[in-house]
């Protein structure tokens, strides 16, 4: 039997059926006023007691005195649906909706017990209207949230999801659907791209992107040669295949593309980067991988990669008062990152500054620490989860 995740809702439902009648304002006519007072205060007593069948059954008993009442159709559906008799919560509900509209709440417990029914189409309606009532409950607007999922409308749902988050920044499940809501729009979107044109550049690169997300390199490089035959001189795609191969470090197609991308697009700052680092990487051409990395950071200062690699390839230039700003500028930017303060270590020592490097390979030697720490920590959780019974 499946659990309903709505529990923070069914409380305040709840606490509206305590006061049930009493707040509505509906009366019964004349003689039956103290059969309905009595079976009411039976309800509540039986109620208190745990005996909801026992409630139940003395709200039935008021709706044949007073089947106009509106109240106890819903305080009747809520006992229902405490039962887990969905079914027959909504069939009650339903009732009492036709007797009275305007019960928010009823509309609330109708669309959860259509929900938990899986009849997505019909619980859709009545959660809107519920949430129309009170845009601010979120516990509605997440049943809604999935209801929307079921019915495939990821559009509304991340729309709702927004809202959400604005109100409960910090909600995880929140993060966590939008996420998931968000995978979807995009698997949908890439479909109508190859719906549209299988053999268009577009459909190339998300195949190129799909591939590569899975690690098939070669079978993304095909895929990104595919749509430079159709469009060779358009921007991206050059570098993309330089990327492609820049990750197998295979430095000389990788240095190619990346001097094809800038051909094309002279201010295209990662091309110019990586042409940089491709050099770097291979302990090549220092002066013409340090006019690249400069030429990168003039066109994008921000691009912190490039300054770290401008700051190592000065160092080993043997220009430590040069390198210095820039590997202070990334440890700045990455705090957690050790890498900075080994080469700040290095520089200050270049530097005659003994004090300054030793507290610098202090620094690395707590981070260092800390990030095997965390290695360590996540290997554990992993093996952990495998020896788990399923």
Excluded at 171 to 190: D, H, P, R, T
Aim: glycine content about 4%; aromatic content about 6%; some cysteine.
């Amino acid at each position: 039997m499946r659990r309903t995740p709505f529990s923070p809702l069914l409380c305040l439902l709840n606490a509206a059926l305590i006061c049930g009648l009493a707040a509505s304002g509906q009366t019964p006519a004349n003689s039956t006023d103290a059969q309905v007072d009595q079976l009411y205060a039976e309800a509540k007593s039986l109620q208190a007691s745990g005996d909801l069948a026992g409630a139940a059954d003395k709200y039935e008993a008021i709706l044949k005195l007073s089947p106009k009442l509106g109240p106890a159709y819903n305080n009747l559906g809520m006992l229902y649906f405490k039962q887990r008799d969905f079914p027959k919560a909504a069939a009650v509900l339903e009732k009492g909706l036709k007797v009275n509209p305007g019960m928010p709440s009823a509309h609330a417990l109708l669309g959860i017990s259509l929900y938990e029914m899986a009849d997505y189409v019909g619980a859709r309606p009545h959660l809107e209207v519920a949430l129309r009532a009170n845009p601010e409950d979120s516990n509605a607007e997440l049943i809604l949230v999935n209801c929307l999922t079921k019915l495939g409308d990821f559009d509304a749902a991340a729309k709702h999801l927004q809202q959400l988050a604005k109100r409960q920044p910090k909600n995880q499940q929140v993060w966590y659907l939008m996420g998931k809501v968000y995978i979807q729009l995009s698997e949908q979107a890439l479909e109508k791209v190859n719906a549209i044109d299988p053999n268009s550049i577009w459909a190339h690169q998300v195949a190129s992107e799909m591939a590569e997300s899975m690690k098939n390199y070669d079978g993304a490089v095909l895929e990104l040669k595919k749509a430079l035959e159709i469009a060779p001189r358009q921007p991206g795609l050059h570098f993309k295949l330089g990327d492609l191969y820049w990750v197998q470090q295979q430095w000389e197609p990788a240095f190619g593309e990346f001097q094809l991308e800038t051909s094309i697009d002279p201010h295209n700052c990662m091309a110019r980067w990586k042409l940089g680092d491709v050099l770097v990487q291979q302990s090549i051409r220092p002066e013409e991988a340090l006019d690249d990395l400069t030429q990168a950071l003039t066109a994008c200062p921000s691009l912190v990669d490039a300054r770290l690699d401008r700051g190592r390839l000065l160092l080993k230039m043997q220009r430590p008062a040069e390198a210095l700003p820039d590997l202070l500028a990334v440890a700045k930017a990455q705090p957690d990152e050790s890498r900075p303060h080994f080469l700040l270590a290095q520089t200050y020592r270049a530097l005659g500054r003994m004090a300054d490097s030793q507290a610098e390979m202090k620094t690395f030697s707590v981070l260092e620490e800390r990030a095997r720490t965390a290695t360590a920590e996540r290997a554990k959780e992993a093996i952990q989860s495998k020896e788990k019974p399923q």
